[in-house]
C-alpha cells in the first residue's frame, strides 16, 4: 500500500453576515441566548449564489495551495445535503467550472461528517496507487433548507464550501494520513432529518401538500450522540495511529455548537486551546464546516512540522468520522 497526504486545503463563504441581532429582529431570540447555548455569534448567506459556485471558489483555492493543475485532478468528490439538483451531481458542475477534464466526479451524503468521510474514500484510491490526486469538497446553501420561523434551528446553520486535494506526497508540506475512521447509525437517523420529494407516479398520487424541505432535529439528542461520537472516533484514530490523545496537538472538529466540543474536551481531559474553532463566525456550514476550519488552521500558521492533528465529523445519519494526519 501506498501512503496518502493532505497536499492543500482552500475555503470560501458567501459575503453576506447575517448576525444574531439581525436574526433576533425576525424571530424570538436573543445574541445572549445564542451565544451562550451554542458560541455563534455571526454566520454567511447565500444570496442567490449556489452550492457548486461556492465549492469552485473553495476548490479553486485548494488547488493554488496544493500546486495542482484541475486538469491532474482524477477524481472530485463532492459532500452536500444541499445540491442544486439532483442530477448531474454537483462534483460535475464543480468538474465543468474549474475544467478538471480527466477526473471522475460525484457527490456524497453524509451530512456533516461528509468531508471526512470524503476524504477517507479519496485516500483508499490513493493508497492502492489507482489515483494520484483527488479534490475532495464541501459545500452547502443550508439557508435554503432552514426554517427561517424556527428559532430552534434557524439560529444555527450558514453557507459556505471548504476543499482539501488528497494525493501522494509532493514536497515537506504534504500531511500524510495516518489513520481514518467511519460510522454509522442508521437507528438514530430520525433525530436529524431533510425530506426530499414526497413518492408519486402514475400508479399513486403524490400527497396534495408537499413537505417544507426544512432541517428538523431533536437538539439535545444530536448534541448527546455528537459528544459521545466526537470522543470515540477521537480515540478510534488515536489508537489505530499507535499515539496517546496527549499527542494529538490539534482538533478540527465539525463546528456545530462551542459546548459539544467543549464537553468533549472534558471527555478527553484535553485543553480547549487543542480545538480549532470557528463556529462563531460561520455557524454550522454542514459538510463545509471541518473543510473552512482545516483551511483557516493551516493558514493561522500554528501547526508545525511532525504535528499530529485529527480531523472529525459528526451528523445526520447519524454518521460520525475522524482521520488523523501528520504534519
Ligand atoms: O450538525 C449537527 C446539527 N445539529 C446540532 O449539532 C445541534 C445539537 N444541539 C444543540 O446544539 C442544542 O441542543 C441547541 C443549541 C439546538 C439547543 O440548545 P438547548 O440547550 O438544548 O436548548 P433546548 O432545546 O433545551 O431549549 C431550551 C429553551 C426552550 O424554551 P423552554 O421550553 O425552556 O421555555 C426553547 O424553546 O430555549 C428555547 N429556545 C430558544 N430561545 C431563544 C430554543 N431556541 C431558542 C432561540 N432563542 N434561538
Known sequence: MNSSYILGAGCYVPESVVTNDDLSRIVD???????????????????????????????????????????????IICATITPDEFMPATACRIQSDIGAKNAAAFDISAACSGLVFGITIASQFVKTGMYKNICVVGAETLSKVTNWEDRGTCVLFGDGAGAVIVGEKRDENSMEIIAESMISNGDKADILTLEAVPFGNMLKKRPDKMPDFYMAMDGQEVFKFAVKVITDQIKKVTEKANLKVEDISFIVPHQANVRIIETAAKMLSLPNEKFFVNLHKYGNTSSASVGIAFSELLESGKIKKGDNLVMTGFGGGMSAGAILLKA
Not at 445572549?32 to 479553486?60: D, F, N, P
Open 29 to 75: 431570540t436573543s445574541d445572549e441566548w445564542i451565544t451562550t447555548r451554542t458560541g455563534i455569534k455571526e454566520r454567511h448567506l447565500s444570496q442567490g449564489e449556489k452550492t457548486y459556485e461556492m465549492g469552485v471558489k473553495a476548490v479553486k483555492r485548494a488547488l493554488e495551495n496544493a500546486k495542482i493543475n484541475p486538469e491532474d485532478l482524477d477524481m
